[in-house]
Nanobody
C-alpha cells in the first residue's frame, strides 16, 4: 500500500487548509486511516483517525477545529483544518492500519505511512 499526501502550505493564523491522502496498491488490506504530525525533536503525535465505519478519534488539541473524513470509493482520507494556530505548525503524515488492527490503532499499529506534507501557520 502506498500513501500520497498533499495539501500542505503556509497559512495565516485563523486560516484553513485541507490535506488529502490517496491510497493505492492493495487498498483492500487496510482499515483505519489517520493523520499524525511531527515537529523536529518531538515524537510523532496523533491528530485524527477514522475507522471504516466512520468512527473518528481526535486529539484534544484539534477537537472542534479539524475534521477527518474519507472516501472509501477513492481510497482517500482528508483532513479539514480550520482556525489554524501557530502551534499546529508541523509535518503532517497520513497513515493506514492493516485489517485486523484494534481500534484505535495507536502509532505502532499503523503499518503504512505517506510522506510528510508541511503545514506552517504564521503571520
Amino acid at each position: 500500500v502506498q500513501l500520497q499526501a498533499s495539501g500542505g502550505g503556509l497559512v495565516q493564523p485563523g486560516g484553513s487548509l485541507r490535506l488529502s491522502c490517496a491510497a493505492s496498491g492493495s487498498t483492500s488490506s487496510i482499515t483505519d486511516m489517520g493523520w499524525y504530525r511531527q515537529v523536529p525533536g518531538k515524537p510523532r503525535e496523533l491528530v485524527a483517525e477514522l475507522d471504516s465505519r466512520g468512527i473518528a478519534n481526535y486529539a484534544d488539541s484539534v477537537k472542534g477545529r479539524f475534521t477527518i473524513s474519507r472516501d472509501n470509493a477513492k481510497n482517500a482520507v482528508y483532513l479539514q483544518m480550520n482556525s489554524l494556530k501557530p502551534e499546529d505548525t508541523a509535518a503532517y503524515y497520513c497513515a493506514a492500519a492493516p485489517l485486523g488492527s484494534r481500534w484505535p490503532p495507536g502509532l505502532n499499529q499503523y503499518k503504512y505511512w505517506g510522506q510528510g506534507t508541511q503545514v506552517t501557520v504564521s503571520s
